[in-house]
């Protein structure tokens, strides 16, 4: 299995309060993801990093910052919580751009905003 | 964008049968790369299968294949001798040529029951 580790796997938070999600991967792999997944949505894509310091957003990334600050840790923000974010997090890792590349991926988060 | 297409919400399949996941995916892309990923209840997401859009043979993983239609942007998935362990959610992915995010996108998925 690929060394990914999400923390936390389970967080109930309230409406407007900020909130940080952290992956962590031991790959050293260069690209790192944000998803989120939920019912009749599948996957959708947050915010990646492709590099230290290096991100850019994906096609939901509203809500949403992240930062990256060494290869193995990145960061996914909620700014300012609200109901439509309850949602399962993912977070993968790839080793570099390529078509075959596989994406690996975390156990994911299960966020509830209250 | 590109959008990839399950029409599949649910699926059952008897144990030792097979059964097929329907998947449909729009690009103008030439080469990209096509994946089927398992979600058991667990969360995890498990890599199955993935076909390269050159290639013509379509890829085999043991009970598991794929039915790759190019002209038809189609890409189902084979399970054969259907086991237990093989409910899931099931996600069809497609990739792009290497560029900005090389990200994949995902189909809203099919879940399948098992039935013993």
């Known amino acids: 299995d690929a060394g990914i580790t999400q923390s936390p796997r389970h967080k109930v938070t309230e409406t407007g309060t900020p909130v940080t999600l952290r992956c962590h991967q031991t790959e050293n792999h260069r690209y790192m993801y944000w998803y989120r997944q939920d019912p009749g949505h599948g996957l959708r894509l947050i915010h990646y990093s492709y590099g230290v310091k290096d991100t850019d957003k994906g096609e939901v990334s509203d809500g949403y910052s992240v930062s990256r600050s060494k290869t193995e840790d990145f960061l996914l923000t909620l700014e300012s919580a609200t109901s439509s974010q309850t949602s399962v997090y993912f977070c993968a890792i790839s080793v570099a751009p390529g078509l075959n590349t596989e994406a690996f991926f975390g156990q994911g988060t299960r966020l509830t905003v209250v | 964008a590109q959008t990839v297409t399950q029409s599949q919400p649910e699926m059952s399949v008897q144990e030792a049968e097979t059964v097929t996941l329907s998947c449909t995916y729009d690009?103008?892309?030439?080469?990209?790369?096509l994946f089927w990923y398992k979600q058991p209840p667990s969360r995890q997401m498990i890599l199955v299968i993935r076909q390269e859009a050159y290639k013509q043979q379509n890829a085999t993983e043991n009970r598991f294949s794929v039915n790759f239609q190019k002209a038809a942007k189609s890409f189902s998935l084979k399970i054969s001798d259907s086991q237990l362990g093989d409910a899931a959610m099931y996600f069809c992915?497609?990739?792009?040529?290497?560029?900005?995010?090389?990200?994949?996108?995902f189909g809203t998925g099919t879940r399948l029951t098992v039935i013993p």
């Open positions: 992915a497609y990739r792009s040529p290497p560029a900005g995010a090389n990200n994949l996108f």
């Open positions: 690009t103008s892309e030439s080469d990209y790369y």
